[in-house]
T-cell receptor
Framework: GESVGLHLPTLSVQEGDNSIINCAYSNSASDYFIWYKQESGKGPQFIIDIRSNMDKRQGQRVTVLLNKTVKHLSLQIAATQPGDSAVYFCAELTQGGSEKLVFGKGTKLTVNP | NAGVMQNPRHLVRRRGQEARLRCSPMKGHSHVYWYRQLPEEGLKFMVYLQKENIIDESGMPKERFSAEFPKEGPSILRIQQVVRGDSAAYFC??????????????FGPGTRLLVL
């Protein structure tokens, strides 16, 4: 089965609010995690990544948190905008093993104006 | 620097026909990956190639599917004798090196295959 999953399939927020998208993974050997954004009809777009030697990483308006103890990953989007509406996937990879990314099913984020 | 290019963007085939999907990686990228996505699902790994070599094809069906990445030209994912269950979006990704070396996979826009 999938080693990466999501707690919520859909998330609806108001424009300007902060969004939190969660992801659980089951492979404790995974050491590299990526968040991708996929808009309708397009390919996944890289947002931010984090390696297992970190527990937090910040980008522009986005923050990824990694909790290795409970094997949980989250993506926080600050001041969510309508353009953030998309499906968000977390993906994991085990360095030193196969180079294949293992994706979760995704969370659909809808931003209401 | 152009991104990963895929063509065609949409492909319609009848059962039993062949489908050829092309992927041109980003300039400077020598690693190519193919993934398949069914509606409302995440992407599933199919195959990982470097120039002229298949590195990992553990996600590829044993029959009817093949992939290549020749020395010159794009990577090709070939599906012979397509069936309705092959209908999906096929995404190609490329990277300049290994994730273990800190490289990320970047995705193309995908080819949406519809088998009638």
């Amino acid at each position: 089965g999938e080693s990466v999953g999501l707690h919520l399939p859909t998330l609806s927020v108001q424009e300007g609010d902060n969004s939190i998208i969660n992801c659980a993974y089951s492979n404790s050997a995974s050491d590299y995690f990526i968040w991708y954004k996929q808009e309708s009809g397009k390919g996944p777009q890289f947002i931010i990544d984090i390696r297992s030697n970190m527990d937090k990483r910040q980008g522009q308006r986005v923050t990824v948190l990694l909790n290795k103890t409970v094997k949980h990953l989250s993506l926080q989007i600050a001041a969510t905008q309508p353009g953030d509406s998309a499906v968000y996937f977390c993906a994991e990879l085990t360095q030193g093993g196969s180079e294949k990314l293992v994706f979760g099913k995704g969370t659909k984020l809808t931003v209401n104006p | 620097n152009a991104g990963v290019m895929q063509n065609p963007r949409h492909l319609v085939r009848r059962r039993g026909q062949e489908a050829r999907l092309r992927c041109s990686p980003m300039k400077g990228h020598s690693h190519v990956y193919w993934y398949r996505q069914l509606p409302e699902e995440g992407l599933k790994f199919m195959v990982y190639l470097q120039k002229e070599n298949i590195i990992d094809e553990s996600g590829m069906p044993k029959e009817r599917f093949s992939a290549e990445f020749p020395k010159e030209g794009p990577s090709i994912l070939r599906i012979q004798q397509v069936v309705r269950g092959d209908s999906a979006a096929y995404f190609c990704a490329s990277s300049p090196g290994l994730a273990g070396a800190g490289e990320t996979q970047y995705f193309g826009p995908g080819t949406r295959l519809l088998v009638l």
